[in-house]
């Protein structure tokens, strides 16, 4: 078949909602759009743990020490599970873990934002993995079988994470005015990031169209924003918190929350390398990576020896 052939083919395959696998057709672009997509996603949840592990050694009691433990060592699990499906692609997973290092890939704009407070941690699980929780479940679903595998397991454990995070602005909300202060604080700080998650609206993103073509994606980043704010808003209600934006009100024709405008100038800074803490987060991996290097080279050593004794 010709090129034209394999690629209608191959769109038919996936308008039958029939999963594409790592050894069947599929178009170039295709595999440059999701090497592009898992890879940033993986990336995210390695560089998501430094904001999070900062506070592991500072938690307020044993019990937040362990669940804090707990999910950052999911977010590593995490990104080895999306590794695995980029490299499924073709992808080598030494030359991704170059990119990031180097600042060639991107990851999520959040996590170049500082924790300040421990009201923080739960703002992250609250809004920050919320919104990656209305991203993934989604992916559930994308066409490509890998990387929606992999999500199943990934969902289940955000959920998780969500929970954690809303059950310490909980306690915070309703515990001393300093720790509910706080807590709006936090609020405060991570509301317009977190709604930044979700990517460039509609009309100017790049990749969205044809993703959700190739059903990678299955909602546009706006239908994704919409729906968060939705749900967000009756919870931060319910904690007696305010949403920083004079503009947020119910629509009862629409029925649902008109909101103000996202400053995309900030949010274009932090991809060019100019976040609070972009800098600060590449220098951690790389200190990590070099660090780690001889258990990476002992490792390779180790199963070079065994090669030999089995050709032996």
């Not at 954690?164 to 720790?179: H, N, S």
């Not at 009756?234 to 920083?244: C, K, N, T, V």
Request: glycine share 6%; proline share 4%; charged share 25%.
């Amino acid at each position: 078949m010709d090129e034209k052939q394999l690629e209608a083919g191959f769109q038919a395959k996936v308008d039958a909602e029939q999963k594409i696998e790592p050894k069947d057709w599929m178009p170039a672009d295709y595999r440059k759009n999701l090497v592009r997509q898992i890879s940033q996603h993986a990336h995210s949840e390695i560089v998501g743990m430094l904001p999070e592990g900062n506070w592991i050694t500072r938690a307020p009691n044993l019990r937040r020490k362990t669940v804090l433990l707990a999910k950052v060592q999911d977010e590593a699990g995490h990104g080895l599970y999306l590794y695995s499906a980029a490299e499924s692609l073709g992808a080598a997973r030494a030359d991704l873990n170059d990119q990031l290092l180097t600042g060639k890939a991107k990851y999520s704009s959040i996590f170049n934002y500082p924790t300040l407070t421990w009201a923080d941690i739960g703002a992250v699980g609250w809004l920050v993995d919320g919104a990656a929780i209305m991203n993934q479940v989604m992916l559930c679903r994308t066409s490509y079988g890998p990387y929606a595998r992999a999500m199943v397991r990934i969902c289940k454990e955000e959920s998780f994470h969500q929970r954690q995070g809303y059950e310490i602005m909980c306690v915070l909300a309703k515990g001393t005015p300093e720790q509910r202060e706080m807590a709006q604080d936090a609020l405060d700080r991570w509301w317009w990031p977190s709604l930044m998650m979700f990517g460039p609206s509609d009309a100017n993103s790049p990749h969205s169209a044809q993703s959700m073509k190739w059903k990678i994606k299955r909602q546009s980043n706006d239908e994704l924003r919409q729906t968060f704010i939705d749900r967000t808003v009756p919870q931060a209600d319910f904690l007696g918190l305010r949403i920083p934006d004079d503009k947020l009100k119910w629509n009862e024709a629409t029925k649902h929350y008109d909101w103000g405008e996202i400053d995309w100038t900030e949010f274009n800074e932090i991809l060019k390398g100019n976040g609070p803490c972009n800098k600060e987060r590449l220098e951690a991996r790389n200190k990590a990576h070099d660090e780690g290097r001889w258990v990476r080279e002992a490792a390779l050593a180790h199963a070079a020896k065994q090669a030999k004794k089995q050709a032996a």
